[in-house]
C-alpha cells in the first residue's frame, strides 16, 4: 500500500465545538487525513457551515450524525446531508429494515450516479460490550449482534456499517468486498485506550478489512498532530 492510499484511510475526529477549531484543523491536517468526521456536538454547536468550511479546503466531511426515527424522517435528513456535501453519512442499524431501506431508495432517486454519497450503519457502538446490551435486552454476543446487523443493512441497501476493528473480519466474510467498513476504536500504537472497549491497531484494523479508520485523540492530543498523522500513516504502510 502507497502512503497516499494509507493517508485516505484514515478519518480524523473532529471532535471540537468552535468555528475557529474547525477552521484550525482543516487548515492544518487536509492533505494529512483522508476525510473529517463531524459529529454531534459540533454540528449542534455550529452547525452546516462546520461542513462547509472543511468543503471550501477540498476537504471531504463524514457526517456523523447517528439518524434513528422514523423511515421518513431518517430519509429526508440523509438526502440534506448528501446535497450539503457529506460524501458519508451514517444511521443505526437498530433502527430496523424499513428506514434504511427508504433511506437508501431516496437517496437513489435524488443522486443517481456512482458518485452519489455513501451511507453506513452504525452496528454495534465501540464503547459497548455485553454487559452493555443485557442492559437493554439484547442477549446476542457482540460479534453475532454486529454481523446479524451489518447483513440486515446490506440487505435494505445500505453502502457499509461502522463497527468495531474486531468484527471487520467477520462482517467482511458475511457482507462480501465490496461492502464498505468504517471502524472507529482504533488506537496506534503510541496511544491509549481512552474509553474504547473494542480497539485494534491501525495496521491491524486495515489487514482485517476495514476502509476507513476513524481516529481522534491520538491525532489532536499529539504535541504535533501533522506527526501523529504521518505515524499512523506509517504504521498502515509498514504493517
Known amino acids: 500500500m502507497t502512503r497516499e492510499e494509507a493517508v485516505k484511510k484514515i478519518i480524523f475526529a473532529l471532535d471540537v465545538k468552535t468555528f475557529d477549531e474547525v477552521e484550525l484543523w482543516a487548515e492544518r491536517l487536509t492533505g494529512h487525513v483522508g476525510m473529517f468526521k463531524v459529529g454531534k456536538q459540533l454540528f449542534t454547536s455550529c452547525g452546516p457551515e462546520a461542513v462547509k468550511a472543511i468543503t471550501k479546503r477540498a476537504g471531504e466531511v463524514f457526517l456523523d450524525l447517528k439518524y434513528h426515527d ?101 462482517i467482511r466474510n458475511a457482507c462480501g468486498k465490496d461492502f464498505l467498513i468504517v471502524t472507529p476504536g482504533v488506537r496506534p500504537a503510541f496511544a491509549s485506550a481512552d474509553d474504547q472497549k473494542r480497539i485494534m491497531t491501525p495496521s491491524d484494523a486495515v489487514k482485517a478489512g476495514a476502509d476507513y479508520l476513524v481516529i481522534g485523540r491520538p491525532i489532536a492530543a499529539h504535541p504535533d498532530p501533522v506527526a501523529a498523522a504521518k505515524l499512523i500513516v506509517e504504521e498502515i504502510v509498514n504493517g
Open 70 to 170: 422514523i423511515p421518513n424522517t431518517v430519509a429526508m435528513a440523509t438526502l440534506e446531508a448528501a446535497r450539503l456535501g457529506a460524501k458519508l453519512s451514517n444511521l443505526h442499524a437498530l433502527g430496523g429494515y424499513e428506514m434504511m431501506a427508504t433511506t437508501m431508495e431516496k437517496l437513489h432517486q435524488e443522486f443517481p450516479g456512482a458518485d452519489r454519497p455513501q451511507v453506513l450503519a452504525v452496528t454495534i457502538l465501540t464503547s459497548s460490550n455485553e454487559e452493555t446490551l443485557r442492559g437493554v435486552g439484547i442477549e446476542l454476543p457482540v460479534p453475532e449482534m454486529v454481523v446479524k446487523l451489518a447483513q440486515l443493512a446490506k440487505k435494505a441497501g445500505v453502502d457499509g456499517v461502522v463497527a468495531s476493528p474486531q468484527e471487520v473480519e467477520l
